[in-house]
């Protein structure tokens, strides 16, 4: 293998097996790039990994298994003998009422969308860290941006994950480790037919709200504006940048949606900003000892 396929960057995907971790993985492999795919069942894989099997290996990996996301990263850097990027990229949709959810649809959520991917971020960064170069990518939602009826479970599974990579971007920075986090809005994939599950039970007092929502991305199916492709090569493209941004915002509608929640951000903080300025002390001293 030649000094220039050596410095061909590695990245790690979990979730590659549809949507825009499948995307991603052939947007990757397509640059020339190097790649660990990773899905439950990697017989999904198989067509990836025919496009360059020196370049493409695919590996089970469930990341809701404690034990098995350690063994399965410490073999990625084993296998190229490098690790550049990793994308946290595996979970799903979870819509309803809160109060329509199981204890069990809600954990298995957070189990998924958060410590799958946070799983995957602490069993890497020892890696990263001693290579002093690495970049996290972690995949949240236009519901963070401002969250849906409906989706109180699933956007606050994202919200958790973006506090996290805000947190870790700021930790690895001086060790020259790089974090952005990805915010989709509405991209044609599967994830509304094959990866939005619904709650367990039904409320009539819900239907005007969350089951509005509900029936609203159902119509929405394979209508989305957003092109996965377009979007993977956003993605490759920031972290191929000399300075990425902390958030990538993807999309006409979660731009739009962004511009709104600023607007509405700062307003809200203008109307409460005298009542908010008047609990601190009074006094600089007071002020002072109280920091």
Same mark, same amino acid.
């Given at each position: 293998?030649?000094?220039?396929? /050596? +410095? ?14 499948? #995307? ?6 397509? %640059? ?15 067509? =990836? ?11 089970? =990996?469930?990341?809701?298994? @404690?034990?098995?996301? &350690? ?18 990229? &595996?979970? !799903? ?7 329509? !959810?199981?204890?069990?649809?809600? @954990?298995? /959520?957070?189990?998924?969308?958060l410590f799958g991917a946070l799983r995957v971020i602490r069993a890497a960064l020892p890696i990263l860290r001693a290579q002093r170069r690495g970049h996290f990518v972690n995949i949240s939602a236009a519901a963070v941006i401002a969250n849906y009826a409906g989706f109180s479970i699933y956007g606050a599974t994202k919200?958790? =994950? ?10 690895? %920075? ?15 994939? +599967? ?10 039970? @039904?409320?009539?007092? !819900?239907?005007? *709200? *969350? $089951?509005?929502? %509900? ?15 377009? &979007? #993977? ?9 000399? /300075? ?8 006409? !509608? ?8 600023? $607007?509405?951000?700062?307003?809200? =903080?203008?109307?409460?900003? @005298? ?8 006094? +600089? ?5 109280? %920091?």
């Open positions: 293998m030649n000094s220039l396929i /050596n +410095d061909t960057p590695v990245w790690f995907i979990t979730g590659c097996s549809t949507g825009l971790g499948r #995307a991603l993985a052939e947007r990757v492999l397509a %640059r020339g790039h190097r790649l660990i795919a990773t899905a439950r069942q990697p017989e999904t894989l198989t067509e =990836l990994v025919a496009v360059d099997p020196s370049r493409c290996r695919a590996l089970a =990996l469930d990341v809701t298994d @404690a034990a098995q996301v &350690a063994p399965v990263v410490a073999q990625v850097a084993a296998v190229f003998g490098r690790l550049d990027v990793v994308v946290n990229n &595996a979970g !799903y949709g979870l819509v309803g009422a809160l109060e329509e !959810y199981d204890e069990v649809q809600i @954990a298995r /959520n957070f189990e998924t969308n919200w958790a =994950l973006e506090g996290l990579s805000e947190s870790l971007a700021a930790e690895v %920075r001086p060790l020259g480790l790089k974090v952005t986090i990805v915010q989709p809005g509405p991209f044609r994939t +599967d994830f509304i037919s094959r990866s939005l599950e619904r709650a367990s039970t @039904a409320i009539p007092d !819900y239907e005007p *709200s *969350s $089951g509005k929502f %509900r029936r609203f991305l159902e119509t929405m199916n394979g209508r989305q504006p957003g092109d996965p492709v377009k &979007a #993977a090569d956003a993605i490759i493209d920031a972290v191929a940048s000399e /300075n990425p941004p902390l958030r990538l915002v993807l999309g006409k !509608y979660a731009i739009d949606k962004t511009r709104r929640k600023l $607007g509405s951000a700062a307003r809200e =903080l203008d109307a409460g900003s @005298a009542a908010g300025r008047a609990t601190d002390f009074t006094g +600089d001293g007071q002020a002072e000892a109280a %920091r």
